[in-house]
């Protein structure tokens, strides 16, 4: 053998070793994935809770309450969001929490806010028929608004507005353990015209009331059309935020690789935060079976 064949065979016998160990990686890759995740990625197989308190908005599922409780469950929901109060108990009943409540049924919830101080009364009366009725049920979440812009309210004196509304009902709110959350919505594509769309305008109201059962209810799908930067905002933001929504954009469906923003990442962000209050998803789901996504949607949150 010359000094050429001897050269040969030293990179034959180290292409083997290569491709060897490359065979190992790839018979152990089930086993890797079954102990970790790619970054971005949903993990492999059933999703565990994760550090995270999931719920499921009511209004994005047409099944009967009750089947949607033991459903939501079995999948390892803790809760559904966006309840009235005549619905509470058919939560509770299933062992799930009631993560927000609303303070009354009207068509004009989100128009109807407190920056504007004709609404003040209304607003506090339901807020304040409300408040005894969570508590009773252990709903410490109920959701109220900023509402839409009126000719002579600029953004400064919707600001003050709201402060001086809601500093009347804070109190009792404290009192009871219930913790008002206000609502940021966008104006570009789903809600014209309300003026609580953005995360600063929020956060003036919240850091003028200063307390701690006043906060925010950010709204990503919300906010990702408004300003975008999620991530960094919430970080930036988190002692003023309450309560998290989630939605795909565009379009407010599923929050997989179909859209813009990687959900794994801004949970992971969220529960890195040691974030306590829960994360609600809030998407139109376009699966031939609804539960398919919602199911998607939980693993993708489970961080």
């Excluded at 109807?112 to 410490?140: W, Y």
Aim: charged share 20%; proline share 5%; with cysteine.
């Amino acid at each position: 053998m010359t000094a050429s064949d001897n050269s040969l065979d030293t990179g034959r016998r180290s292409a083997l070793g290569h491709l060897a160990t490359a065979a190992a990686v790839i018979a152990a890759a089930p086993l890797i994935a079954s102990a970790g995740t790619l970054p971005g990625k949903a993990p492999a197989g059933p999703a565990g809770p994760g550090r995270l308190k999931q719920s499921l908005s009511r209004w994005t599922s047409k099944a009967p309450l009750p089947e949607l409780c033991k459903r939501l469950k079995a999948i390892g929901f803790v809760g559904v969001d966006l309840l009235y109060a005549d619905e509470w108990s058919v939560v509770t009943d299933h062992g799930m929490a009631v993560s927000m409540g609303y303070p009354a049924k009207r068509d004009n919830l989100i128009e109807f806010g407190f920056n504007d101080p004709a609404n003040h009364a209304q607003l506090i009366k339901e807020i304040e028929t409300t408040i005894p009725l969570a508590k009773r049920a252990g709903v410490t979440n109920i959701i109220t608004m900023f509402g839409n812009r009126k000719a002579g309210i600029d953004d400064q004196r919707a600001i003050d507005n709201c402060i001086a509304g809601l500093s009347k009902i804070a109190p009792y709110a404290a009192e009871n353990g219930i913790t008002l959350c206000l609502e940021l919505l966008n104006s570009k594509v789903d809600h014209h015209g309300y003026q609580g769309d953005h995360t600063a305008f929020g956060v003036a109201v919240t850091k003028g009331l200063n307390s701690p059962n006043v906060k925010l209810l950010y709204d990503i799908y919300h906010m990702q059309i408004m300003e975008g930067d999620v991530i960094r905002t919430i970080r930036d933001n988190i002692q003023w935020i309450g309560h998290f929504h989630t939605g795909g954009v565009p379009g407010r469906h599923e929050i997989d690789g179909t859209q813009e923003l990687n959900y794994r990442a801004v949970a992971t962000a969220i529960a890195d935060l040691k974030y306590q209050g829960f994360i609600a998803h809030e998407f139109m789901p376009t699966h031939a079976d609804p539960f398919e996504s919602f199911a998607e949607a939980f693993k993708i949150c489970s961080v």
